[in-house]
């Protein structure tokens, strides 16, 4: 089976394992080299002193030194052979001369048969002393244990290194494994549409975790959207059945009535208003469903909210005169932002609309532009018109919720939804507080920190105002 | 006017060909974006309407982005179901004059229309505009009827401005709310025709022939025909 984890610790396995080789490799290189290095020298001392025994006592005292060594075993891992020139053994420890070696002077690595000792791996030195060949040379048995013991610990470590590597790898895996299936279990039940699930999560700031809160991050993102949906087409269902119904009963009674061709006419006029009405909950929807989809960050530009106020309220202002209400207007300065200015300016017509609706006769409206301390932008309307209980608050920004006060009024319900979806576009939010009487809409906009410094300079230039493509972006993000 | 409209819906088509016939109109028609192209290229109109998605491989913004690099200076009235202010930025964009979001109320269509050509014949933008005795100069701002000189407001002033130029012509409330006040969507309120009223106090109240009319289920007309 295939496993990251697995062949993470089998990578890890081989590394190591290279790594001890390269670590070994040149020391049992500089070892071996060193210790030839010695031993030849040794030889080369022994040979020596058999050649100046050789020229003081000749050869015959050499032979019968030779033996003497031999026979007395002085070292038993010493070589010794001396013969004449057709390598005829005359004295020594070897019975014959060894076959592949060839009688030239000089040091040479050979395998000898050391009889007692069996073959074995063995430097020697030939040397020509006048009528004889001299062999001197040592067996590797000193050194063999040694040997042994740097093989037997590079194999040890090796088979540590693969032991507990493979162990580390399997304990991750199943470790692995087992939150990964949790993740499956989860996943599954969410693919079988059961939103609620999340990912399990431990303190731990490990990679998997924090993989794991951001998917649950999106998971709740996706369950609000979906939530949202379906309490939408829900209302759909509900809200445009309501103009489908009247404009399908005023036409069947169009079609059996039969009525005199003025009446038709009202009546078709009538029915091309129904229509208007579901195209315009139609144009809302999609409207809230842009920018719900965040996808209007495109359109952010440079603009100056109080302007964008001062258009809306002069808008509204002859409705408002209209209706003997007072329409008051407080911005202090330009106030720089970037933003969706269609959007804005609809989120503000929205809000003074429905103000207009709700403030009684004679009654008093507000539209405040300012700065807050906190450097946010904020943008108030408020009315002494009823107001809206604590109790309805958080519902009137609900998707085609209609409170009370609003029986009777035209509208679909989606009014404030739209200004609170255009405010969450804009990185704010959208506040309500009591007057008493009266209610306070307030959008509040953060101000990016470029984009928030004022234009001076420019003011006083005769060209109007240029856009300002850079706080635009790095505010429009 | 000579007018090509390029719209694959049948219905639709017959709709508007019909609407634009009564009005006066001679119209080409084409139900796919080949046919569409080859009539644009080859006949003089006065105003193309284009719907944006066409069958048969091209569609419309390809179109209006051809026409346009062949040196067609047409205006182009750009039909589409599409509402998102992106597509409607897209669409002018291409080479597009105007923008109607489908379905639509014909007479809108018309008015757009007649603005379109309107626009096109080159008006001079700082010649004094005049409907009857009334009398709009874009460069000293005064607005006199008559020998009265009547003062507006700024947003007044606009407003009647482009009534004005439209003069003779019907002027729907969206494309008010366009031009006027920049304002591109529905505030599902009456606050435009209030407009118009304080406007009509200002320009008519105390004259006998009324300048600026209501076009019943249409929109504004400043005209001083019968």
């Known amino acids: 089976m295939r496993s990251s984890a697995l062949s993470l610790a089998l990578g890890y396995i081989a590394l190591g394992m290279t790594a001890l080789v390269l670590f070994a490799a040149p020391l049992w290189y500089a070892w071996q080299v060193t210790i030839q290095d010695g031993r030849s020298e040794i030889l080369q001392a022994d040979a020596q002193r058999l050649a100046d025994i050789y020229r003081r006592d000749g050869g015959d005292g050499l032979k019968s030194f030779i033996d003497a060594r031999v026979h007395m075993q002085i070292a038993n891992d010493r070589i010794l052979l001396l013969t004449d020139l057709s390598l005829h053994p005359l004295a020594g420890n070897l019975p014959v001369w060894p076959p592949q070696l060839s009688a030239i002077p000089g040091n040479y690595r050979i395998k000898v048969d050391v009889g007692e000792h069996g073959v074995q791996q063995s430097l020697v030195h030939v040397a020509r002393l006048g009528q004889y060949f001299l062999l001197v040379g040592r067996d590797n048995k000193l050194f063999a244990p040694l040997e042994r013991r740097f093989w037997y610990g590079l194999t040890g470590a090796v088979a540590v290194l693969s032991i507990a590597g493979l162990l580390v790898g399997l304990i991750t895996r199943r470790a692995l494994m087992l939150r990964i299936h949790s993740i499956r279990q989860t996943v599954s039940a969410i693919i079988h549409g059961d939103l609620k699930h999340r990912l399990p999560t431990h303190l731990s700031g490990d990679e998997l975790n924090t993989l794991a809160r951001t998917i649950n991050g999106m998971l709740d993102q996706i369950e609000l959207l979906v939530h949202g949906v379906r309490n939408v087409s829900n209302s759909i269902a509900h809200d445009l059945r309501t103009p489908l119904a009247e404009l399908r009963s005023r036409l069947e009674e169009l079609s059996l009535m039969r009525p005199a061709p003025e009446r038709t006419f009202a009546q078709v006029d009538a029915a091309v208003a129904d229509v208007d009405r579901v195209i315009h909950i139609f144009d809302a929807l999609l409207r809230l469903a842009e920018i719900d989809a965040g996808m209007r960050r495109s359109g952010f530009v440079p603009l100056d909210l109080a302007e964008l106020a001062a258009t809306a309220v002069e808008f509204y202002a002859p409705a408002a005169e209209l209706k003997n209400i007072e329409l008051e207007f407080h911005a202090e300065e330009p106030l720089p932002a970037a933003g969706d200015p269609i959007l804005l300016a609809q989120a503000l017509s929205n809000l003074i609309d429905n103000a207009l609706k709700y403030a009684p006769e004679h009654g008093v409206l507000d539209v405040s532009v300012r700065r807050r301390a906190d450097g946010a932008a904020e943008i108030a309307v408020t009315d002494n018109g009823p107001g809206i209980a604590d109790s309805e608050k958080a519902k009137v920004l609900e998707r085609f919720y209609r409170g009370d006060a609003s029986r009777g009024t035209p509208g679909v319900g989606l009014g404030l939804s739209l200004v609170q979806a255009i405010a969450k576009l804009h990185g704010g939010t959208l506040e309500l507080s009591d007057r008493n009487p009266g209610l306070s809409v307030v959008i509040v906009l953060p101000v990016g920190e470029r984009s928030a410094e004022p234009r001076g300079a420019e003011g006083s230039a005769e060209a109007p105002p240029a856009p300002l493509p850079e706080t635009g972006s790095a505010a429009a993000r | ?226």
Do not use: C
């Not at chain 2, 006065?46 to 690099?69: H, S, T």
């Not at chain 2, 009509?200 to 300048?211: N, T």
């Open chain 2, 1 to 226: 006017m000579k007018i090509l409209l390029v719209e694959d819906n049948e219905r639709v088509r017959q709709f508007v060909i019909k609407g634009l016939q009564e009005a006066g109109h001679i119209t080409d028609h084409a139900a796919n974006g080949r046919d569409g192209m080859f009539l644009a290229a080859s006949e003089p109109y006065d105003v193309i309407i284009m719907d944006r998605m066409l069958p048969g491989g091209i569609d419309g913004l390809a179109i209006i982005e051809v026409l346009r690099k062949a040196g067609t200076l047409t205006p182009i009235l750009i039909l589409s179901a599409l509402a998102e202010v992106d597509d409607r930025i897209r669409g002018l964009r291409s080479g597009g004059d105007d923008y109607l979001t489908k379905p639509f109320a014909f007479g809108e269509l018309l008015a757009r229309v007649d603005a379109l050509h309107r626009r096109s014949q080159g008006v001079n933008r700082e010649a004094p505009l005049i409907v009857g005795n009334l009398q709009l100069d874009p460069l000293t701002r005064k607005v006199t009827r008559g020998d009265r000189q009547i003062s507006l407001q700024p947003r007044e002033f606009k407003l009647l401005e482009y009534l004005m130029r439209h003069a003779d012509q019907v002027v729907t409330r969206t494309m008010l709310l366009e031009n006027v006040w920049d304002y591109h969507f529905d505030p599902q309120t009456n606050v435009v025709d209030v407009h118009i009223s304080k406007l009509r106090q200002k320009i008519d109240a105390e004259f006998e022939r009324p300048l600026l009319r209501t076009v019943r289920s249409a929109g504004y007309m400043v005209t001083a025909r019968d």
